[in-house]
């Protein structure tokens, strides 16, 4: 069985096979569609190619099915939070860059952080405020 991905604002589910579908805007302001790897620490990326994103752009996710923000700012504004139900039913936080371009993601759990990414020292620092059940 694969691992699920829900909105934990609406508990919808949002992956469909091996990708998470994400509603996003651009900093024009422009909507498109993203489908993001649900392999952690798979940085795999699809969007309409009129859906311009530069490196270094803030993304903003939100959840097709409730429209709620995803951002995390009680962490960082540039991250981004799911969660993730594996087959024996733990959920798991799931946060992410909503920078094009940087390569971090984080599995946690109570006090447990795992990183992903060669950018995942950046925010590392961040989650000493945070805890996560």
Not at 87 to 113: A, H, P, W
Request: proline share 2%.
């Amino acid at each position: 069985m694969e691992n699920n991905f829900l909105c934990p604002k609406c508990n919808g589910l949002l992956n469909v096979g091996s990708q998470i579908v994400f509603s996003a805007k651009n900093s024009k302001n422009q909507r498109g569609l993203m489908f993001l790897s649900s392999e952690v620490g798979n940085y795999a990326v699809t969007h309409n190619s009129g859906f311009a994103i530069e490196t270094g752009e803030l993304v903003e996710f939100t959840c097709p099915l409730c429209n709620g923000h995803l951002h995390t700012p009680e962490i960082n504004e540039n991250l981004a939070k799911i969660l993730m139900v594996d087959e024996m039913k733990n959920i798991t936080n799931i946060v992410f860059s909503q920078i094009k371009g940087e390569k971090c993601t984080y599995k946690l759990s109570g006090n447990n952080i795992e990183s992903f990414g060669t950018d995942a020292a950046f925010y590392l620092g961040y989650f000493n405020i945070v805890k996560f059940n």
